[in-house]
């Protein structure tokens, strides 16, 4: 029960910050804003970007080192198992 309350609280709230969002952000007003309010507005910061940077080396890491062990696992022993790892 406690998980349908939050449910429909979650939808209310949500309903409620984005049901005129189309006459906030229409193409028409869009084009009628500034530019530096628009730059604000779409640009991503510079923390973000290094945060993404950081995120995407780490996450190149493991799925080298994920293609390492799963290569590591084909080389089973004969009569073993050879799939431990998720595909």
Request: net charge positive; with cysteine; charged share 20%.
């Amino acid at each position: 029960m406690k998980t349908m309350i939050d449910n429909v609280a979650i939808q209310a709230i949500e309903w409620c910050l984005v049901a005129n969002i189309k006459d906030v952000f229409s193409p028409s007003h869009v084009l009628q804003m500034d530019v530096k309010l628009v730059s604000r507005i779409a640009e991503e910061s510079r923390h973000d970007q290094s945060l993404r940077e950081s995120t995407n080396s780490k996450l190149a890491a493991l799925q080298s080192g994920l293609a390492t062990c799963k290569n590591h696992a084909a080389r089973k022993a004969p009569g073993k198992s050879s799939s431990i790892l998720p595909t």
